[in-house]
T-cell receptor, first 115, second 114 residues
Framework: GAGVSQTPSNKVTEKGKYVELRCDPI?????LYWYRQSLGQGPEFLIY????????DSGLPNDRFFAVRPEGSVSTLKIQRTERGDSAVYLC?????????????FGEGSRLTVL | SQKIEQNSEALNIQEGKTATLTCNYT??????LQWYRQDPGRGPVFLLL?????KEKRKERLKVTFDTTLKQSLFHITASQPADSATYLC?????????????FGQGTTLQVKP
């Protein structure tokens, strides 16, 4: 597709459940980012991939959060034992090279609600 | 750590006027600064990038300034239109890292009234 695609667009789950959020970046973009956005706030960095490897995961809040990008394209953000505080919009973005000059191309986000 | 402050109060202006949004940062000067637009329920969309050695950047009705002494960027929309109504996010690089990852402000909501 032409843009960054994220699925599902909405996910409602119960506390304690496991959740997977998928991101399909723009073809040819080697850098991929996950951000989290709470209501009324700006996006908060979670993790950055350059190719298949996680180059920087310093934003992941705790070990319940994990992300993979096994073939250097599609990425999955995995959240174990979800908590109500995990409720937010999870945004994926990609860019050409991940260098200082790169603008980020965002998807529409996956809205996660933990009941 | 770097902190970014954008006016959390919504900015309401009349159509045709110039909107000016402010982004202040508190720590190191970033190598570059970006502005994004975000509509409700949508992802942010890139608008402009300005580097630390640039004072001003323009794109159509948009103008961004970057003052490293004041640690401030101003974002202007001239001849504003109702379609410009959205939330505008300021974003900075993380300083020493060269990953392209950004830290975002909380955004300022602009409402342009016809």
């Amino acid at each position: 597709g032409a843009g960054v695609s994220q699925t599902p667009s909405n996910k409602v789950t119960e506390k304690g459940k496991y959740v997977e959020l998928r991101c399909d970046p723009i073809s040819g973009h080697t850098a991929l980012y996950w951000y989290r956005q709470s209501l009324g706030q700006g996006p908060e960095f979670l993790i950055y991939f350059q190719g298949t490897g996680a180059a920087d995961d310093s934003g992941l809040p705790n070990d319940r959060f994990f992300a993979v990008r096994p073939e250097g394209s599609v990425s999955t953000l995995k959240i174990q034992r979800t908590e109500r505080g995990d409720s937010a919009v999870y945004l994926c973005a990609s860019s050409y090279s991940g260098t200082q000059t790169g603008e980020l191309f965002f998807g529409e986000g996956s809205r996660l609600t933990v009941l | 750590s770097q902190k970014i402050e954008q006016n959390s109060e919504a900015l309401n202006i009349q159509e045709g006027k110039t909107a000016t949004l402010t982004c202040n940062y508190t720590n190191y000067s970033p190598a570059y600064l970006q502005w994004y637009r975000q509509d409700p329920g949508r992802g942010p969309v890139f608008l402009l990038l300005i580097r630390e050695n640039e004072k001003e950047k323009r794109k159509e009705r948009l103008k961004v300034t970057f003052d490293t002494t004041l640690k401030q960027s101003l974002f202007h929309i001239t001849a504003s239109q109702p379609a410009d109504s959205a939330t505008y996010l300021c974003a900075l690089d993380y300083g020493s890292s060269n990953t392209g990852k950004l830290i975002f402000g909380q955004g300022t909501t602009l409402q342009v009234k016809p």
